[in-house]
């Protein structure tokens, strides 16, 4: 997704902060994602309630597709971008586990 690299690492990020969401305990996720809400809207200051709730909602479903698919996996993704190799993008990503 994405029209520009920019935007794809955006992408991105924002896929890398709800893995790490979906790894909180259930009655934490909701603090950390209203904590990202709001740091996302410190960045994207002309957001309306339209946009918010999109992206509030791709979060939620991206949390739950997490955990669907990866429910015992607990590490945390510390960092992770797009690079080009050989004319193709591809993501470099690392991780960490942390102990309970």
Known sequence: MGETLEQRQSY???A???WNI?????EVRKKRLDHYMR????FNLNSDQEQLA???SNMEKLIEAKLKMFPHDLRQVVQAQII????QERIEAAAMSVEP
């Open 12 to 14: 991105l990020n924002a």
């Open 16 to 18: 890398c902060s709800a």
């Open 22 to 26: 979906a790894c909180n305990l259930p």
């Open 39 to 42: 740091e996302y809207l410190k």
């Open 54 to 56: 999109r992206v509030r």
């Open 84 to 87: 080009n190799v050989g004319g």
